[in-house]
């Protein structure tokens, strides 16, 4: 009984052992799903601050993309004063490079070049020359790259034949861009004054082309003069005859040669 007892002893506290074991197995698995899970979401939380953050100042990003535009200066390459109905060459350059220069030159002789104040380019640059089509022709000539690496040079050419003599014919050059990095187009408006001068060939050709007005000005005129004599010559027939007739009464149909 001694040894069973002794026995029974012995076994309830390896029970206890056991028993205390098996909590802190469990306890420690407890505490490492617990960390795992208080960890876990933290790199879920990051972003989403982030993209709060970005969404709470929506010209952050803006700002950095026209940040990256290029401050250009534009130039006119033209003759101030034309000639009326005659083609002239008509140029816009955005940028300086020594490739630009030398196209200016081979495409553009004989122009002036007007300064057209600072534009902040973007990328893929268009232009197009607009006026009047009462006052002006337009056709577009060439459109031609000049750039090298990061300095801009851009040249656009057109054809330009100004339709009657004016003192301020208006012309404009619209240029279209994206801003970098982005799908947002920018618009910029380079305006433009040239003198149209008359010229004999085109007076000459007014006159000629205008053929009936001018017709019918000097038949009209032509059928008043008409008019006139004769209302003078029958004034001047029927004096003549009351002073041959001393009644008064009407005389011969004769007039004579002295009445006049």
Request: hydrophobic content about 40%; charged content about 15%; proline content about 6%.
């Amino acid at each position: 009984m001694a040894i069973l007892s002794t026995r029974r002893t012995t076994s309830r506290p390896a029970a206890r052992a056991l028993v205390t074991l098996a909590g802190l197995l469990v306890l420690a698995a407890g505490c490492g799903t617990g960390g795992q899970g208080d960890g876990a979401p933290a790199p879920t939380q990051t972003p989403s601050a982030s993209s709060s953050s970005s969404s709470a100042n929506p010209f952050t990003a803006a700002d950095h993309a026209m940040a990256q535009m290029v401050d250009a200066n534009a130039a006119w390459h033209v003759r101030r004063t034309v000639p009326v109905d005659q083609t002239q060459d008509v140029g816009l350059s955005v940028g300086q490079t020594d490739e630009l220069t030398r196209q200016i030159e081979d495409n553009l002789p004989q122009t002036e070049s007007v300064p057209a104040g600072t534009l902040q380019v973007g990328t893929d640059v268009t232009a197009a020359l607009v006026g009047d089509p009462s006052d002006v022709q337009i056709r577009p000539d060439q459109a031609i790259d000049a750039s090298t690496g990061s300095a801009v040079g851009l040249l656009w050419t057109w054809k330009v034949r100004a339709l009657h003599p004016t003192k301020d014919l208006h012309l404009t050059a619209h240029l279209a861009m994206l801003v970098p990095g982005t799908d947002h187009r920018l618009t910029r408006d380079v305006p433009l004054h040239l003198t149209v001068q008359r010229t004999a060939s085109y007076t000459a050709h007014q006159i000629f082309t205008h053929w009936a007005t001018w017709a019918a000005i000097v038949t009209a005129a032509a059928g008043v003069a008409r008019w006139l004599w004769v209302r003078l010559r029958r004034r001047r027939a029927g004096h003549a005859t009351d002073r041959d007739s001393p009644d008064g009464t009407a005389g011969p149909t004769m007039v004579s040669p002295a009445a006049y």
